[in-house]
């Protein structure tokens, strides 16, 4: 069985200040790890995937996620945000079968002027 | 015309209705979902097809029914729901159903039981 914990529900922050959402999964097997971002009456967009070797994984928009085999996390970080980086963003996991993602209850990130 | 298109985009509904979600996808995937999004909830995958065989219902209530009758398209049948079935239903793709493939999805169909 897998599950994903989103350790924060909402992450207010100022633009042009660093941000960091964190997600821990687990899993009995080897997973590969994403982090989807919604906007406002959208659906789910691919910011980032870890599937092997580089522990360092960097996506669009200037963000990039570290992989921590240890800690079982994968946290999410932005050195400097942008308001329109408000959004929700999920973390996920992924095993084998049929690729079925399971997913952390979301984390809002609110950057304020 | 590219990626997954849901329609309709909202839908409003009796308990009483019968409608369908319709999902399109332009991507040449062979694997299709449906995942339900309630608010204060982590996103509920339902069903998964592959090469238009479901390969997974995810002990989905028997009123909502999947056809997936080529491998661009996917519905998905309502009939006699309930107030809480009323979420956000978001349809995905991928390239062949692998666990290392990223999914790529549709805007949703917002629906709401009255």
């Known amino acids: 069985a897998q599950s994903v914990t989103q350790l924060d529900s909402q992450v207010p922050v100022f633009e042009e200040a660093p941000v960091e959402l964190r997600c821990n999964y687990s899993s009995s097997v080897s997973v590969y790890l994403f982090w989807y971002v919604q906007y406002p009456n959208q659906g789910l967009q691919l910011l980032l995937k870890?599937?092997?070797?580089?522990?360092l994984v960097k996506g669009i928009n200037g963000f990039e996620a570290e992989f921590n085999k240890s800690q079982t996390s994968f946290h999410l970080r932005k050195p400097s945000v942008h308001i329109s980086d408000t959004a929700e963003y999920f973390c996920?996991?992924?095993?084998?079968?049929?690729?079925?993602?399971?997913f952390g209850q979301g984390t809002i990130l609110t950057v304020h002027p | 015309e590219t990626g997954v298109t849901q329609t309709p985009r909202h839908l409003v509904m009796g308990m009483t209705n019968k409608k369908s979600l319709k999902c399109e996808q332009h991507?040449?995937?062979?694997?299709m979902y449906w995942y339900k999004q309630s608010a204060k909830k982590p996103l509920e995958l339902m069903f998964v097809y592959s090469l238009e065989e479901r390969v997974e219902n995810n002990s989905v209530p028997s009123r909502f029914s999947p056809e997936c009758p080529n491998s661009s398209h996917l519905f998905l049948h309502l009939h006699t729901l309930q107030p809480e079935d009323s979420a956000l239903y978001l349809c995905?793709?991928?390239?062949?159903?692998?666990?290392?493939?990223?999914?790529?999805f549709g805007d949703g169909t917002r629906l709401s039981i009255l």
């Open positions: 995905a793709s991928s390239q062949d159903g692998q666990g290392d493939q990223p999914q790529h």
């Open positions: 991507l040449g995937h062979n694997a």
């Open positions: 996920a996991v992924s095993g084998t079968s049929y690729g079925k993602l399971t």
């Open positions: 870890y599937l092997s070797g580089s522990t």
